[in-house]
């Protein structure tokens, strides 16, 4: 894989694009400084109506040997691994993306062969698997809404807020998250908890999720339930 000034890739540059690529983005870096934006210290929301969202955390974008790796995308995984937690503690339904893809699919013009439907890559890391009571929704492209049944089972559930995290933040957060918005979900997103395959991609979503689509953001720490079910007690864990 072609290596980038920060240390991360472009896996699409090849051969003598690669340098060209680089001269791109040492004037990017040197002309572009993305605004600041507000990140809350905690973030409070309704257990009934909050629907965490895990976006592509698949052995292909997350693991050593994936063909699409996004190289900070485990160090997300305790993170997320909180959310989940206080997710299942809080009765907070759980909604996993599964990027899925077949021979033929336009995408891989686009990327390297990825997710390929049944392969190891395609599957979700083990570390935050899906629970019994969980929903997995498989989706050909890079937005949840797109294709699939999850804008009606969220208002079956009643839910108006999602937090998202996972990967990649300009890709499937970001596409998902301007698709909330739009739809008039409330939208939070945990920093700690989403990757990028560069540190100007992952600082652009956040600053346009919170400019353009009035989302809050704050860290997998900072997302607290204001009430809880079964007797238990407001948490953040």
């Known amino acids: 894989m072609a290596e980038s000034r920060a240390g991360n890739y472009d ?7 690669l340098r060209q690529a680089q001269a791109v983005r040492e004037l990017w870096l040197m002309k572009i400084e ?22 592509d ?26 959310l989940l937690k206080l997710a299942r503690l809080n009765g907070i339904r759980v909604v996993y993306s599964q990027d899925t893809h077949r021979r033929g699919d336009p995408e891989w013009d686009i990327w390297p062969e990825h997710c390929r439907e049944g392969s190891w890559g395609w599957e979700i890391v083990d570390e935050v698997a899906p629970g019994v009571e969980d929903t997995v929704l498989r989706k050909a492209r890079f937005d949840v809404f797109y294709g699939t049944p999850f804008d009606h089972l969220l208002r079956l559930w009643g839910v108006s807020t999602l937090v998202i995290c996972g990967t990649v933040a300009n890709i499937g957060v970001l596409c998902t998250a301007a698709s909330a918005a739009l739809r008039r979900y409330s939208v939070v997103l945990p920093r700690d908890a989403i990757s990028a395959l560069e540190p100007f991609d992952f600082e652009a979503s956040m600053r346009q999720t919170v400019f353009v689509f009035a989302g809050r953001l704050t860290t997998a720490a ?13 948490s953040g864990m």
């Open 57 to 82: 955390m698949q052995n292909d974008f997350v693991k050593r040997g994936g063909s699409l790796l996004v190289p900070d995308a485990e160090a997300t995984v305790p993170a997320i691994g909180r």
């Open 34 to 55: 993305v605004p600041q934006y507000a990140i809350q210290d905690e973030v409070w929301v309704d257990p009934a109506k909050t629907a965490l969202v895990v976006v």
């Open 222 to 234: 900072g997302v607290r339930c204001s009430e809880s079910v079964s007797g238990l007690p407001e």
């Open 11 to 17: 896996p699409r540059v090849r051969g003598d694009d």
